[in-house]
């Protein structure tokens, strides 16, 4: 960070953030740093920091060089939960690999750091400009409104007028579940002033932070509150479910995108806003300049960009990876299967970008039906990209908290198996005679088509001859133990065999993926955790 520069810092809310945010504007006033930028209340979504860093410009003409944002993301906050802290770059996007190692080498050294600590707490619940004359000159908090620059970037993006047609017509409802997390800063200025939708269609909006006591990941799981509305839920809703609805997570980088009764898979999603940006999103009026997905996501995107004959790039877990490819003008479109959708408008995944894309094509696909004709629904939508398309049956399998030693052997089993892919498939054909036949097997490694840098031991797969898969990767974001993600996905063209049920088209390649894994044997599991 050179001197005289300006720092975003804000975050979803979660506890501690209030003290975080004084801290480190003091310890910004002792380093020579010229002025911190902080959202209202200390609230900024992840997607906002990357708008505001690209897009705002000062009351003096500066603009941001870089954020800290106070959040852990999809995971629980309060006293006994978790925090994070995450600095994005001057691109908006997440610090790249050569920076954080820097960082962390720095940790292993240093004996002292600056802190003006004679500096008094600022107000950030008021907006305005306060200043000092800081150990190294002077000295700016500028507290700024956390969403205006948001909102006008979505509505440079979006024809905010159409989409305003389609949620005043009376036969489309709509639910926004904010899950007590930083989208709700946000929901109330788009989708109630901007949008003309009704308070009641906001749940648990206002940003807490413990977020309510609920973990605010947005998936079927922990959205119980919308999945019971949508009429996902066990037992059968009071009212007629919405239309659509849609979750965010604490920081409101990720969605969930639902119909009425109907899930769709994050996968789905993107491939789906792919398909229908161009006629649907002004934005993307001039085409698209590629797509990409991470290697989990299922290959539904992929079918898209053959389909649409767009450039197509598949890339390990992490957005930093799509930042690079937009910021060489190769991407427009991306998303990952763990709720994360996004495009070249920030550096960041977009929870409230991906609900609009999805009011654009509704809004679009509707736009006839609007004088009392019947309504093309979500579950519509996605059943005639289905059958255009082929669709990709897909589950995640999550064994969390898994002892470290016994997920690394499982691991190496799986590696070691790829080595001989007779045995591989004797042991397909064996637990199912369902499944088409493994033709090739890798650890998946990425070399970056901009940077040219090489990321190995990215997660291990298993490629089907029909266009199946099954992925099996570790992930160390939780705070203990180990997480086996399993990922199985069986690709199905025949559109007569499309509306199947999901567990049941899947159940043949589970049984393939359990007995190759050996996974209860490595465990002890018999069950994963959780199951998307």
């Known amino acids: 960070m050179h001197t005289g520069s300006t720092l975003v810092v804000s975050g979803d809310g979660r506890y501690f953030s209030k003290e975080a945010i004084q801290i480190i504007i003091k310890i910004s006033a002792a380093n020579g740093v010229r002025r911190v930028w902080v959202g209202q209340n200390g609230l900024l979504s992840t997607p906002a920091v990357s708008a505001v860093i690209r897009e705002r410009v000062g009351s003096d003409g500066s603009r941001a060089s870089g954020s800290f944002i106070l959040t852990a993301s999809h995971n629980p906050g309060g006293p006994h939960e978790d925090f994070g802290i995450k600095y994005n770059m001057e691109n908006g996007g997440p610090a790249p690999e050569g920076i954080t190692d820097q960082i962390f080498e720095n940790t292993k050294t240093i004996k002292e750091y600056l802190n003006a600590e004679d500096l008094p707490d600022v107000d950030i619940s008021t907006i305005g400009i306060t200043s000092f004359s800081g150990p190294e000159g002077q000295f700016d908090v500028d507290v700024f409104d956390s969403a205006s620059d948001y909102v006008k970037l979505m509505k440079s993006i979006f024809d905010f007028e159409s989409i305003q047609k389609l949620i005043s017509y009376p036969n489309f409802t709509f639910c926004y579940d904010a899950l007590h997390g930083v989208a709700g800063a946000y929901a109330k200025r788009i989708f109630v002033e901007e949008l003309g939708a009704q308070e009641t269609s906001l749940l648990n909006c206002v940003p807490k932070e413990d977020f309510g006591g609920g973990h605010p990941d947005p998936n079927l799981t922990y959205a119980k509150e919308l999945v019971a509305r949508m009429g996902l839920g066990k037992s059968s809703p009071q009212h007629e479910p919405p239309e659509f609805g849609a979750a965010a997570d604490g920081d409101a980088d990720r969605n969930m995108i639902l119909g009425k009764r109907f899930f769709v898979t994050p996968s789905d999603s993107v491939a789906i806003i792919a398909a229908n940006a161009v006629q649907a999103i002004p934005y993307f009026s001039g085409g698209l300049k590629g797509v990409a997905r991470s290697m989990p996501t299922s290959a539904a995107l992929d079918v898209v960009a053959k389909h649409l004959n767009l450039k197509f790039f598949e890339v390990p877990t992490g957005w930093k990876f799509f930042g690079n490819l937009m910021d060489a003008g190769l991407c427009s479109v991306c998303g990952e299967e763990s709720f994360g959708t996004g495009s070249d408008h920030i550096r960041e995944k977009d929870g409230i970008w991906a609900v609009l894309a999805w009011l654009s094509i509704l809004a679009y696909r509707n736009k006839d039906n609007l004088g009392g004709g019947k309504l093309e629904s979500v579950e519509d939508i996605v059943r005639k990209h289905w059958s255009t398309y082929g669709r990709h049956y897909y589950t995640r399998y999550d064994y969390e908290n898994v002892d470290a030693g016994a997920a690394k052997d499982l691991m190496a089993h799986l590696v070691n198996l790829q080595s001989d892919l007779t045995e591989v498939n004797s042991i397909v054909k ?63 063209k025949d559109p007569s065999k499309t509306g199947r049920d999901s567990q049941d088209a899947l159940a043949p390649l589970v049984e393939v993926a359990l007995k190759l894994s050996k996974i209860e044997e490595f465990t002890g599991r018999s069950a994963p955790t959780v199951i998307t």
Do not use: C, M, N, W
Not at 432 to 447: A, L, N, P, Q, T
Not at 469 to 479: A, E, H, I, K, N
């Open 430 to 492: 064996g637990a199912s005679s369902d499944v088409s036949k493994v033709v090739h097997g890798d650890e998946f490694e990425y070399k970056d088509p901009v940077d040219g840098s090489i990321s190995k031991h990215q997660g291990i797969r298993y490629l089907f001859e029909d266009g199946s898969r099954l992925v099996f990767r570790l992930s160390g974001t939780g705070s203990e133990g180990a997480t086996i993600r399993l990922y199985i996905e069986q690709y199905e």
